[in-house]
C-alpha cells in the first residue's frame, strides 16, 4: 500500500476484510465444524475416515490441476502453447476449479468524503502550475499598466490624452482629465495603490473645478469615460457598501459628489432637447446643451448612457438622472426597425431614424449592448417594464443572424457585415473592429452572465441562447484571425472579408503569410492603423468566465504580446499604430484613454481569478467601468 494514500488504516481493514483470501481446506473444514450435524457425522470411525478421504481428494484435485499464473506479455509471446494449456483446464476439473474460484480482491475503497482525492492528485498539480502561470503573466499586465500610467503622469497629468513619442498631453475629450478618470478603477482592480492614491489626489483637487470651468463636451464619451469612471471608483473604493479594495485615495464620497456635479450638467442635453432623444453636446460652464453641426445625434450615443445615469439614481437617491436617460430607450421602442436593427443616426428635433445605414461598428454598436445590459442591471427581482428591453436585444439579435451575418471564402470565416443602404440595398463584407464587442454580448445575453455549466444544469438556456452562444464563439474566433492574419499580430481598425462579391487585390492582405486565413481577411490601405482598442480582448475575457474554454487566455496573451512588442514605449506609455501590416510599423503617437480603462483591464480579468468582478453581480459599461447589478 503507497504511503500517501490519504484514509486510515482502519478504513483500509474494513475493506479488505469483506474479500481476505482462504484456503478451499480452510472453507471446508470450516463449514463442517460448524455445521450443526457435525457430531452425527464424526460420532463414527467410518464417518471420520469418509470426511478425510472426501477433503484429501478434493485438495489433489484442486493442486493437481492449478494452472501457472503468467503475464500478458508471456501469453501474447507463448500464443498457440498457452491457448492448449487453457483448454486443457478448462477439459474435466478447471470447471470445478471455476466454480470455486476466489473472490476477486478488490482495491481499498475511500471514505466518502475523500473519495476522488487520488484521482485529482495529478490534475490539482497540473492545475496549480496552470495558476502560476496565469498569475505570473497577470502581472506582467500590472506591470504594462503600470508603465502606461508612468508615462502618463510624467509627460500628460492633467490631459486628456498622452502623446507618448512626443512626450506631451493633448486634450481631445473636453480637458476633464479622462485618462486619469478611464485608469482610475483598473488600478482600484489590480490593487495598484500609488496610481490609487495619485488619481484620487488629482480628482479631489482638481476635477470639480474644470467641470466648472470647461467648454464644450460630448454627451456619450463623457458619460461612459468620466461619470462611469467616477461611479466605479465610488462603489469599488467602498461606497454604498462596495467592494472596498483599497484603502488608498480619497473617501468615496469625493468621486459621488463629482459625479454628481458633472451629471447635472450633462442632464441639459435631455431637458433641451423637444424630444426624449438628447442633444450630442454641453457647454460645462454655461452650462448649456447643443446640437452636432449636422443636427443629427448618433443612435449608440443617445443610447449608451442609461447604465450610469441609472446607477447614479440609486446611489444618490434622486431619480431625475435614470427618468431622463430611460426615456431614449422608451422612445426607440416604438420606433419602425428593421428586424429589430436601426439606422445609426437618430434626430432629436423629430426624434425619428435618419438615412438607412444598418451597422453594428461606430455609432451603431453599444446601443445592442445596452438593451441587454441595462436589463442585466436591474438583477433577478427587475421590474416587468423593463421586458421590453429583453425582447429588443433578442429581435435584434435574430435579425443579426438573418441579415448580416456571412461566411468567408475560401476558409468561412464568420463575420458581420453591413447594410450601408439598408435592406434593400447591397450587402457590405465590412467588419470594424468595434463590432468585435457582439460576442462577449451575445454570450452574456445567453447564460445572463452565469457559466455554460452552470446554465445549462438549470435548465435556462433556450435554442435561442444556444445559437447565440455558438454565433459568439464562431465571431471571437474570426475577432482573433484579424490580430493573427497580420505582420504584427495585431489587429487593423477594419477589415473586410473575401466573398462572391468582394474578392481580394495584391498587397490587401494581413502579411502574414503563414496564417490560414490570409486569403480569407482583405485590409484596405486607409483601414491599417490600430488603436490600442479593447473590444476583442473584452469579449475574451466574457467567453473565458462563461465557457472555461483556457483557449481565449491564450488568444489573449498572444494578443498581449504583440501589444508589448510593437506598441510599448520606452519612456513611458504605449502608442497606436499607423500599419499592422509591415514590420517595424510605423506609430501614431497616439495612447487613447480607454487603453489604460478597457484593454489592459479586460487582460488583467482575463488572466485572473473568475471570482474577481463576477459576471452575475457586475455589469460592465461600454468603457469597462464595472457597475454593480441591483440585489446582488
Request: net charge neutral.
Amino acid at each position: 500500500m503507497s504511503k500517501s494514500l490519504p484514509y486510515s488504516m482502519k478504513d483500509v481493514h474494513y475493506d479488505n476484510a469483506k474479500f481476505r483470501q482462504r484456503s478451499f481446506v480452510k472453507v471446508i473444514t470450516q463449514s463442517l465444524l460448524t455445521s450443526n450435524a457435525k457430531h452425527d457425522c464424526l460420532s463414527c470411525s467410518t464417518g471420520k475416515f469418509l470426511a478425510l478421504l472426501m477433503i484429501f481428494g478434493l485438495a489433489c484435485l484442486m493442486f493437481t490441476h492449478k494452472s501457472t499464473p503468467h503475464s500478458v506479455s508471456q501469453g501474447q509471446a507463448e500464443g498457440i502453447k498457452v491457448n492448449k494449456e487453457v483448454k486443457g483446464i478448462s477439459d474435466g476439473g478447471g470447471r470445478f476449479q471455476r466454480f470455486w474460484r476466489k473472490p476477486p480482491r478488490l482495491p481499498p475503497q475511500l471514505p466518502p468524503d475523500e473519495k476522488g482525492s487520488i484521482d485529482n492528485l495529478p490534475h490539482e498539480l497540473q492545475k496549480l502550475n496552470t495558476d502560476s502561470k496565469w498569475v505570473d503573466r497577470q502581472q506582467r499586465v500590472q506591470k504594462a499598466f503600470i508603465h502606461a500610467w508612468s508615462g502618463y503622469k510624467m509627460y500628460a497629468m492633467g490631459y486628456d490624452e498622452l502623446m507618448p513619442l512626443s512626450q506631451r498631453g493633448v486634450d481631445g475629450l473636453g480637458g476633464l482629465g479622462a485618462t486619469v478618470v478611464d485608469a482610475l478603477d483598473t488600478a482600484l482592480i489590480m490593487g495598484a495603490d500609488e496610481v490609487v492614491s495619485e488619481a484620487g489626489l488629482w480628482i479631489e483637487t482638481h476635477l470639480s473645478d474644470r467641470i466648472s470651468k470647461k467648454g464644450q463636451v460630448n454627451l456619450f464619451e463623457t458619460t461612459i469615460r468620466v461619470l462611469g469612471g467616477l461611479l466605479s471608483a465610488y462603489h469599488l473604493s467602498g461606497g454604498e457598501q462596495g467592494t472596498n479594495l483599497t484603502h488608498k485615495g480619497p473617501k468615496p464620497t469625493v468621486y459621488l459628489e463629482t459625479a454628481r456635479n458633472l451629471a447635472d450638467r450633462l442632464l441639459l442635453a435631455f431637458t433641451s432637447s423637444p424630444t426624449s432623444i438628447p442633444f450630442s453636446d454641453v457647454v460645462l460652464h454655461d452650462p448649456s446643451a447643443h446640437r452636432a453641426p449636422d443636427g443629427l445625434s448618433s443612435t449608440a450615443e443617445v443610447s449608451t448612457v442609461q447604465l450610469e445615469f441609472n446607477y447614479l439614481s440609486t446611489v444618490s437617491g434622486d431619480p431625475r438622472y435614470s427618468i431622463e436617460a430611460m426615456k431614449v430607450l422608451e422612445h426607440i421602442k416604438d420606433l419602425p426597425k428593421v428586424e429589430g436593427l436601426v439606422p445609426i443616426y437618430i434626430s432629436p428635433d423629430s426624434g425619428e431614424f435618419s438615412g438607412e445605414n444598418i451597422r453594428l461598428g461606430s455609432r451603431g454598436d453599444s446601443y445592442y449592448e445596452y438593451l441587454i445590459k441595462v436589463w442585466l442591471q436591474q438583477g433577478r427581482n427587475r421590474d416587468s417594464n423593463f421586458t421590453y428591453l429583453y425582447d429588443m436585444y433578442e429581435e435584434a439579435m435574430k435579425g443579426v443572424r438573418h441579415l448580416l451575418v456571412q461566411k468567408s471564402i475560401p476558409n468561412g470565416l464568420v463575420f458581420v457585415g453591413e447594410l450601408p443602404y439598408g435592406p434593400k440595398g447591397s450587402f457590405s463584407p465590412k467588419m470594424d473592429h468595434l463590432v468585435c464587442f457582439l460576442p462577449g454580448t451575445l454570450a452574456l445575453g445567453a447564460t445572463k452572465g452565469l457559466t455554460k455549466e452552470k446554465a445549462m444544469k438549470e435548465n435556462l438556456l433556450k435554442f435561442e441562447d444556444l445559437e447565440n452562444l455558438k454565433l459568439a464563439e464562431d465571431l471571437a474566433k474570426t475577432c482573433f484571425e484579424m490580430y493573427s492574419v497580420t505582420s504584427t499580430g495585431l489587429a487593423p481598425e477594419i477589415a473586410y472579408f473575401h466573398t462572391e462579391q468582394e474578392y481580394s487585390e495584391h498587397g490587401l492582405d494581413g502579411g502574414n503569410k503563414n496564417s490560414k486565413f490570409v486569403n480569407d481577411i482583405i485590409i484596405k490601405h486607409a483601414d491599417r492603423h490600430n488603436l490600442l482598442r479593447p473590444e476583442t480582448v473584452e469579449s475574451l475575457f466574457i467567453l473565458y468566465r462563461i465557457t472555461e474554454d483556457p483557449k481565449y487566455q491564450e488568444w489573449g496573451w498572444q494578443i498581449f504580446e504583440a501589444f508589448e512588442k510593437y506598441t510599448k514605449v520606452d519612456s513611458g506609455g504605449y502608442s497606436s499604430l499607423e500599419d499592422v501590416t509591415v514590420l517595424p510599423p510605423r506609430r501614431r503617437d497616439k495612447m487613447e484613454t480607454f487603453f489604460l480603462g478597457e484593454t489592459l483591464k479586460y487582460f488583467y480579468l482575463l488572466f485572473g481569478d473568475r471570482s474577481v468582478i463576477p459576471l452575475d453581480k457586475y455589469v460592465f459599461n461600454t468603457e469597462a467601468h464595472p457597475l454593480p447589478i441591483k440585489g446582488s
